[in-house]
């Protein structure tokens, strides 16, 4: 494997636990963690601002702005050198220094390792309570149409 494609990869390992940290919950974060915060360095104390949301008209149609989301993001350092960075929707600066901890602890432990088994299990978890809301919603979904008159 040439390091381009390792390196891909290993950016793309990243980029899905970074977006299931984004999904969880302050409370599922601590949870990974454990009792024992690891050692670190605050780089960027967490702090919040704005992004802007892009919509498609259809989800596949032409790029619109959607709107405002609120983001509040971290930056730290663990003391074997490892960085960690996060970003959350809303004003949780707690949650995004815990995902930013854990983000520089999933960086440093080789993949399979504990930590990384646990972020695929909430991966999981995650995944069927988006299926079950998209039954959910697809189970009162209504068909309307119209009838022509006289045709």
């Known amino acids: 494997m040439t390091t381009d494609t390792a390196q891909k990869s290993e950016t793309t390992q990243r980029q899905r636990w970074m ?49 405002e989301a609120t983001v509040t993001r971290c930056i730290v350092r663990l003391d ?30 080789a993949p399979g390792a504990a930590l990384h088994r646990a972020v695929d299990a909430l991966a999981d978890r995650q995944s069927a309570a988006r299926v079950l809301a998209s039954r959910k919603a697809a189970a009162t979904k209504v068909d309307f149409f119209t009838l022509v008159r006289g045709a």
């Open 80 to 109: 074997d050198g490892a960085m960690g960075f996060s970003y959350a929707l809303g004003r949780d600066g707690r949650k995004a220094r815990l995902a930013a901890v854990l983000d520089a602890r999933l960086q440093a432990e």
């Open 19 to 67: 977006a299931v940290l984004a999904r969880a919950s302050r409370a599922e974060i601590a949870e990974l963690i454990g009792p024992d915060l690891p050692r670190h360095d605050i780089l960027k104390a967490p702090e919040t601002g704005t992004v802007m949301v892009e919509g498609r008209a259809g989800g596949a149609g032409r790029r619109f702005n959607l709107g």
